[in-house]
């Protein structure tokens, strides 16, 4: 009988492994706090091995950021199915979303918490990732916009503002809903649905919120 040859991992598998060793790593110790030793051990390789694989901390990082806002946005975008209503669209985005956060915790963290407080380059890794659902979201809008009026007057400026509160809005919730027991990925979303929708669909029907009128003298002193 010939000898039974050994079957190598492939190097993109054992990549994802170490990246997903990586992830739950940073996300439940920080970056500062996580030793390559303790990914190296989860992930069930050597610590050289990891270092060959991906040079050093900070590579590793930027790595599982990258990996982690594409998995996001990816879910975000086959969440939402074209066609539908733009609250359905919406609502399926949001959804899509909460889910996805909800059921990668240790990614969220990595994504809202631990990059954005250790400066560049990993704080601009989460800007693109931001940028990218922020237009998403604003094209979201100008379908509400377009299946209220066949005109929509909707400045582009308010637009991108609106596209930028929700997007927020849906970060600070995500980040809450985590931590706190029995709320669920559909619930958030619903909440976040409730609070943008009545305000989104009174501005498509043309009836916007506007501020109470002041004397001249108030309106001199704040020309915002």
């Known amino acids: ?107 969220w963290t990595v994504l809202h918490l631990q990059a954005r407080t250790h400066g560049e380059p990993f704080a601009a890794e989460v800007t693109a990732m931001r940028e990218e659902l922020v237009a998403f979201v604003t094209q979201l809008i100008v379908i509400a916009a377009r299946e209220a009026h066949r005109d929509p007057s909707l400045p582009e400026r308010e637009v991108a503002g609106l596209a930028e509160a929700l997007v927020g809005a849906a970060e600070s919730l995500a980040a809450w809903a985590n931590a706190t027991p029995g709320v669920s990925a559909k619930q958030a979303a619903a909440t976040l649905m409730n609070f943008a929708w009545a305000g989104l669909g009174d501005l498509m029907e043309g009836r916007p919120w506007t501020p109470p009128v002041r004397d001249a003298a108030a309106d001199a002193a704040d020309p915002g």
Not at 27 to 49: C, F, H, W
């Open 1 to 107: 009988m010939g000898a039974v040859k050994s079957k190598r991992m492939p190097r993109a598998v054992r990549e994802q492994q170490m990246l997903d060793a990586a992830v739950r790593t940073f996300g439940q110790r920080g970056y500062r706090a996580a030793s390559m030793d303790e990914i190296a051990d989860l992930a069930g390789v050597s610590k050289p091995l990891v270092y060959l694989y991906l040079n050093s901390k900070e590579d590793l990082f930027t790595a599982c950021i990258r990996r982690e806002a594409k998995a996001l946005t990816a879910a975000v975008h086959a969440g939402v199915v074209p066609g539908l209503p733009a609250d359905r669209q919406l609502w399926e985005g949001l959804r899509a979303f909460f889910t996805h956060t909800a059921q990668n915790p240790d990614s």
